[in-house]
């Protein structure tokens, strides 16, 4: 809402409010599909309110909104400080994506080009400079780590005897699941979903 507020351009914002929209659409499939309808519902409807109230200038004000923006990148800067510890302590990257790092680290500079070119607001770019600088630490981290043991080992566990048995029963030793009956398998008692006529 602070960019919304302040008349930003959508090109410097409109990545994060997709990724919010989709985030709460995961979140309500997550809380349908556990039984937990009417908690999706208050989610929502909780989200609607706060959404509203941030938008309304007589609610909250824009330097409170300044407070909540700050508060915002804040926490998403210090989301990136428990992975770099852990990757510190480990002494390597794990399973950790060079991919997808490095794409982190030249998308955060782009956020500041972007922000730089188009938004007249300090607050934002230095929340998007501190970002690229945590993002950047943890690029190095992964070009140190590359060739670590810890960061290219995986640890495989195989099956004991009580594994194995309990696989077998629950796939069959047709490699076919129990209980799962497919197309070609359904029986004269189980109902149809394919249209006649």
Sequence with gaps: MYNVRNGF??????????IAIQNVAISVLVLQYTGKGAAAAVFVAGLAAAGYAMYSDSITSISMLQYLQAGAGLLGVASKVPQIATIFQQGGTGQ??????????????SRIFTT????????????????????????AQMVYYWNSSKSSATTQTKLDSRGKKATKQAVGMDGQAKGISTGSQRGKTTPSTRRRG
Aim: proline letters at 4%; aromatic letters at 16%; hydrophobic letters at 55%.
């Design 9 to 18: 351009p959508f090109s410097t914002y409109g990545e994060v409010a997709l």
């Design 116 to 139: 730089v070119q188009e938004v007249p607001d300090k607050l934002i770019l230095y929340g998007f400079i501190a970002g690229f600088t945590l993002n950047a630490i943890i690029a």
């Design 96 to 109: 950790l994506s060079a991919f997808a790092v490095f794409n982190y680290l030249l998308g955060s500079l």
